[in-house]
Every structure is written in C-alpha cells, then in structure tokens.
C-alpha cells in the first residue's frame, strides 16, 4: 500500500466568473486556484471540494477537462497532475426529526453522478448555486438520494456548536436523524480529536476523517490524514473509509483541540470561560454562553476508550499559528523545501533554522513534536500558541 496526505473539505469561495458560492470563502478560493494551490504549495495527494453541486462550478470543471487539464480516473476521481480531486457538496438539514441545523458531507466518483445529483438538488433547494444551503429533504433522504448516485456520506464537523450533528442537531444519538448503516465515515472537526469523539460508543464502528473546512488556500491542509490505499481514486477511497484490505486511515492529523475555535464554554458578551452549568457569568453576568465541545462531548458520553484499530490522532500546528511565521517567511520557506507537507513533516531544524529565525524554527519543531504550550480557544476564537 501506498501512503497518500488527504484533506477532503475545500470550499469554493468563487466561480471563474466572480459569482459567490461560498459567501465567507475567500474571492482567491475558485476551483482552479484550489487544485494548484492544493497540489503545488500544500502537497497534498488527494483532495475533496465541497460545492462542486453549482452550475457554474460544473461548467468550469468541465472546461479544464476540454482543455486536458483534469481527467478522470478508471476508479473514480479527476486526477490533475498526479493529484486526485473529488467531487462534493456540503448541505444543511433541518427537520422534523432534528433541532439542527445540520451540515452533511456528499461525495461522487464522476462529474456525471455530480451533475445528476445537483439536477436532483435543484428542485429542493432555494439558490443551486451557493454552498451550504438548507435542503429541503429529511437527513435519510439525502442519505438515499447520495447512495443512489453512488456516492459516500459523512456528517461534517460533528461537535461543534453550531451546524453539526452533535452540536445541535441530536439530543442523544444519531439515529434521531439519520441511517446510521448509510454513513462511510465521521467528520471530527477543528475543536475534537480521536480521544474525545471516542467516547461516544456509537461512533465506534466509524473511521474518522480530519479535514480543513478551508475557507481561504492558506487554510487548506490545517487538518488532513495519510491514507493507505494503493493509488488516489474514489473507489480506493471508499475501500479506506470502510477498512477493506489493508486500507486505511495511517494517522490523522488535526489542530490540538485547545487550538479549535469551539474547545472551551465562554460567555458569549465577553468571551470568559466558565461552565454553561453556571448561571451567570462571573465576569459580565451574562446569562449566554457558547457550550464548549469539550463539555458537550462529556455530556454525551457512553464509552472509556477507543477501540483497538482507531488510527493515532496526531495534533498538528498550521504553519499560519505560528507566532512571527508571516507571509514572506513562509514564501521563503516553501521556496527552499517545496511544499508544507515537507516543512511540517520532514525538513530537520538545523535546515529550517538556515531559512527562517532560529525562534520560528525551534516553534515548527516543537509543534511536530507536541511540545507547544498553548491557551484554549472558545466561542469562534481560535486557541493560540503560548510560547
């Protein structure tokens, strides 16, 4: 088997044209500039973009493999340059079922089962053109409208506090919304690792999947995984997510969940952290408070442990969370090692420290090496680096 770095959640922030999809997305964040970026800058093998569902999307995916520059593979996927892209949409549900909302993760192994599936959607949504939207369709009948066109389905970012499974969308298990036979894998998001989504039992028969949620290039790749498959395609991929043959999730890599912006409970007024069990809060005596996950995860909690086969979780620091580490020093950085696979993973500190400040090296190890101290992050704030 072959080892492959993966991230499967870059929006789109633009369409070739300048027309929104993903509001909050970057204007750099187009289909094109993603695929360079991802294979070139970041190192990535394989990735997954959400949003693939607009029309306009599809015409521009459709244009680069006019022109040669995609093609797709025997097994499902575009390849560019070595580089296996594949096709998703990001949807919200919220029904009679949920207090949601809740975001869902689709997946397909060809732009004609893409293009199928956005033709279906354009019939139970309000603007087929814009990421994220509200579907108007239950949770399992997304599931079976996905199944149909043979593609995979993962519920995204499950704990955080807003738009996600557990956040808000179930009050105990997730049965509540969805077959829990028609999910291939579970989305943990910025704020939760392996240990801590681990104690819910339930999730135990999943793998887990790491993912940016990229709303800009430069965050693409802050959360990944290394999966063992024995090339970049979609039906390999779907063999990973359900462990057939030596396949696999390596490791997954993710913020340390203190970096996560939902880790910790805080007032919602003036950002302290304190217990949602409390009335007020200490400082402003605010009676609103952002539920951290690290408490919403507790309250669920059915199991004391993985099991036995789960992946090692292995806490990642972005470049960009680097104190001092700006755009020129990065641009320095990637013009000597190629890619921030490469920096992160595999450059010694004695050649980093040729390249940049011996603090700024010294930080790039430690944080290989989970030896940062860091201050938690809470109510949509990031966590941040101590040293």
């Known amino acids: 088997m072959n080892h492959y770095y993966v991230d499967l959640h870059i929006h789109i922030g633009r369409t070739f044209t300048g027309k929104a999809v993903k509001i909050t997305g ?11 970026h991802a294979r070139h800058e970041k190192g990535l093998n394989m990735i997954g973009i959400i949003d693939c569902h607009s029309p306009e999307v599809i015409l521009e995916i459709e244009g680069l493999m006019e022109r040669g520059e995609l093609t797709e593979h025997r097994d499902g996927g575009l390849n560019y340059r070595g580089m296996t892209v594949i096709p998703g949409s990001e949807l919200e549900v919220y029904d009679e079922n949920c207090q949601g ?24 949504l309000k603007n087929i053109n814009l990421s994220s939207q509200r579907i108007y369709a239950s949770g399992r009948e997304l599931q079976s409208k996905v199944k149909m066109h043979g593609g995979l389905f993962i519920p995204a970012h499950v704990f955080t506090p807003f738009k996600s499974l557990y956040g808000k969308g179930v009050k105990r298990s997730l049965v509540e919304v969805l077959d829990p036979e028609q999910i291939d894998g579970i989305e943990l998001g910025l704020s939760s690792d392996t240990s801590m989504a681990d104690s819910l039992g339930e999730l135990h028969r999943y793998t887990f999947v790491t993912n940016s949620d990229a709303h800009s290039l430069p965050k693409i790749a802050r959360e990944y995984q290394v999966i063992a498959m024995r090339e970049p395609s979609f039906a390999e991929f779907k063999k990973a ?38 009335t007020n809060c200490p400082n402003c005596l605010s009676t609103k408070t952002v539920k951290g996950v690290a408490e919403r995860i507790l309250e669920l909690k059915t199991a004391e442990s993985s ?64 030896e940062l101290n860091l201050f938690a992050g809470g109510g949509g704030k990031y966590g941040k680096i101590a040293d």
């Open 26 to 36: 970057a204007k750099t964040l187009s289909f094109s500039n993603i695929i360079d």
């Open 101 to 124: 909302p809740i975001h869902l993760l689709c997946y397909f192994p060809t732009l004609q089962a893409m293009k199928e599936f956005s033709g279906w959607l354009k019939g139970h």
């Open 307 to 370: 099991p036995d086969d789960r992946p090692p979780y292995i806490h990642q620091v972005p470049l960009d969370f680097i104190p001092g580490l700006g755009p020129k020093l990065l641009r320095k950085l990637l013009d000597h090692f190629g890619t921030e696979m490469a920096i992160l993973h595999e450059v010694p500190l004695q050649a980093l420290e040729e390249v940049v400040p011996k603090k700024i090296a010294t930080l790039i190890y430690k944080a290989r090496n989970g």
């Open 241 to 278: 997510l359900h462990q057939v043959g030596g396949r696999g999730i390596v490791a997954n890599y993710g913020l340390d969940p203190l970096l996560g912006k939902y880790h910790q409970s805080v007032c919602a007024n003036c950002q302290t952290s304190y217990s949602s069990e409390a």
